[in-house]
């Protein structure tokens, strides 16, 4: 397993103590998106034969996007089908970054933030609501 | 143009009547057999490939199992080949991949392309504790295969466009994830990324006899003997390939 995380802005991931198969990510809210200032946390579990199953993240800190749930589960298709042994976290997690700068909106988890997407004034409003330090 | 040889062209080229005939000819054999037969025996399948085989090993039916029975062949047939330079990684890292993931990846094979490389050690991988480093295997395979597509893409794209807009999309949907099926066009290409003859037994729905698809390489594995090259022996029946030993 890849326990290596280089030195990127703006995500990072440690495993928790005493567990390797289970680690906790920090991902910032890309700036210029609606998400800009907000940090949030996530949740990586990873089965015993990563990598080749995908791990299964989820997002801790509430979070208002059309492809996450209320229970913070992710829609990403390399999480799912598409997954394959040559990503690694720190790939994972730039990916996630990127989502929530460019959410797919015709396959929605959360149809209610898929609507407001075209609003962002209104979006960022609900962002700010639903965040929460935890 | 020269009309001389597009007059040449046009000449040995078979007219549109000469298809329509050439197709019902082939067609006729089929056509000729009863829409729905009688019952029978099942001896006809049996006794194809006993004619033909002497072995047969099953392999799990795990979505892998052309990559799991390829290496399998190809390791048990390379325990004569100590030290040949297959499926090299600067292929896989000029196509974009990360050598830092896939010398993980190669480590297995480098193993077993060692001098002190047996039976015993190839058991090892596909038996009991051997599952990690099988699926190590098998995602290498499936690298090396995704590399091979990305590099001679002008080759393959024509296969995948109907149902892909670019090569990259396919590889990333059909080639790189585990547990995904493989197809001719996967075959071709590792035959050719690696060197190697695959041959391709079918059982699909001939009745007369078992044929064979002989998939080989454009360029051959360079080994020392170079008059025994390896072949890879699959049995196929349509959704999974076992390892076949042929007479």
Redesign the interface.
Known sequence: M?LMMANIPGVSAFPEEGNLLSWIATIHGPVGTVYDGFTYKLSMKFPL?Y???APTIRFETPMYHPNVDTAGNICLDILK??????Y?VQTVLLSLQSLLGEPNNDSPLNGQAADMWSKPKEFREMVRQTWKEI | MDTTTTATTADTRPSDADILAHQKAVAAPFLSAPLVGSTGTFDGLALQLKDKAVALRHVRKDGNCFYRAFSFALLEALLNYAGSNWAKKSDLTNQGYDPIITDDFYEPIEAALKDDFTEDKLRGIFEGDGEYQSDTIVCYLRLVTAAELKKNRDLYEAFILDSYPTIDEFIAQQVEPMAIESDQIHIVAIANAIGVTVNVANLDSSDSDLNFHDITPMMPLDLENSQHQPVVSLLYRPGHYDIVYLK
């Open positions: 890849q034969n990598p080749f199953t089908e598409k997954w394959s042994a040559i690694n």
